[in-house]
């Protein structure tokens, strides 16, 4: 293919670059990065020209951006420009070993700088963000973004989930799939067609992930059984607290929040799934973030969100049962495999029986902690 028309992506902050293609043949390096990387930029241009077939004049003007960031711009560049199919290999990626979903961070989808040290912060999952965080005018760049730090960025144990954008799944989904995340975010999930629609999808696009819609309107509270239960791959329910009261009209205030919560956690508890608690939106305030994690964990929630990475530790620690609550619950379980191993239809200990669940809550427990796999 041969480009006909300018495309151009990216922009010249700092970690990032811009990239223009036109008609025309040759690389043009610019740029604080020109003097030691030109000739390296040159050849990873070079080469991803060459597997997609694309004949096209390029200009690139770095300030730091790692090759991922290099790609992501120019493949949307070159979408811009006419390419209508930018394919690539699927990444290889590796199920979680622990369901831990105590932290969950938002990223945005087109920040390099931030994509960049999302996997140091030990975050549950880290949620990309194509949604909210992405101007309009900018998706497009942040598909191919998302795509490429997927591929070739580590973000250790982190498990990595995509925020879409409802009315453009399709084209979402078209583009990161190749980078293989864990899951997809489905924001403003208010039905439980809306998740058919997705799995639908994804079975289209030939990616296997985990489903968490996101409850966040009137309609969505409303319909959450239905939502918990339209799939298999529904894993989790995240709750969105600052569309939710704009779109009831409220005040976001512990009252105002503990009808949707409260219906939230029943749905995902009755559907075998988790339930997620919105963020707490005053990223200093850290004993107000102590005070509500505590509140939400106490109703049933298994995680909550987090729009700083200093809120990580202190939802960490509200979640992570203490040393005693752990040796409680090993001792629970190991009298329940003593009475089935001596046939026994109940389990004691200390000489209070263990009913079903006391030994439910003694497993949460070790699951919090990590150090039970079973789901």
Not at 44 to 53: A, D, G, M, Y
Not at 153 to 182: A, I
Request: with cysteine; proline share 4%.
């Amino acid at each position: 293919m041969k480009v006909r028309k300018e495309g151009m992506a990216g922009t010249d902050d700092k970690r990032d670059c811009l990239v223009r293609v036109n008609e025309g043949e040759g690389i043009t390096i610019t740029g604080k990065d020109q003097p030691m990387f030109g000739e390296h930029i040159e050849t990873l241009v070079r080469q991803r020209l060459k597997n997609l077939e694309v004949e096209a004049r390029v200009e690139v003007n770095s300030d730091g951006a790692l090759d991922y960031v290099i790609l992501g711009r120019l493949e949307s560049a070159l979408k811009k420009a006419g390419k209508e199919v930018i394919t690539d290999h699927v990444t290889e990626r590796s199920p979680t070993k622990t369901p831990l979903r105590r932290s969950r961070m938002y990223v945005p989808g087109n920040n390099p700088r931030m994509l960049n040290s999302a996997g140091v912060y030990g975050c549950d999952c880290l949620i990309f963000d194509l949604e909210d965080s992405v101007a309009p005018d900018a998706k497009e760049d942040a598909r191919f973004l998302v795509k490429n730090a997927l591929k070739h960025l580590d973000f250790g144990k982190s498990e990595v989930w995509v925020r879409v954008n409802k009315p453009t799944v399709k084209e979402d989904l078209s583009v990161v799939k190749y980078g293989n995340p864990h899951g997809i975010c489905l924001p403003k999930a208010e039905e439980g067609e809306d998740i058919v629609i997705l799995e639908n999808i994804l079975e289209e696009e030939g990616l296997e992930a985990h489903i968490m819609p996101i409850i966040e309107t009137a309609r969505g509270v409303e319909n959450v059984a239905d939502i918990a239960g339209a799939s298999d791959s529904v894993v989790a329910l995240a709750f969105g607290a600052e569309d939710f009261t704009r779109d009831i009209g409220g005040k976001r205030t512990w009252d105002t929040l503990l009808y949707p919560r409260s219906r939230l956690v029943v749905a995902a508890t009755a559907h075998g799934v988790q339930a997620l608690d919105t963020i707490y939106p005053h990223a200093q305030d850290t004993e107000g973030l102590r005070e509500e994690t505590q509140k939400i964990m106490e109703m049933g929630f298994h995680g909550k969100g987090a729009i700083h990475p200093s809120q990580i530790e202190v939802i960490h620690q509200c979640f992570t049962p203490t040393p005693e609550e752990i040796e409680e619950a090993r001792a629970i379980l190991q009298a329940v495999e003593e009475a089935k191993a001596r046939g026994l239809g109940t389990a004691s200990l200390h000489g209070k029986m263990i009913d079903v669940p006391v030994e439910k809550k003694a497993r949460t427990i070790l699951r919090r902690s990590g150090l039970l796999d079973e789901q």
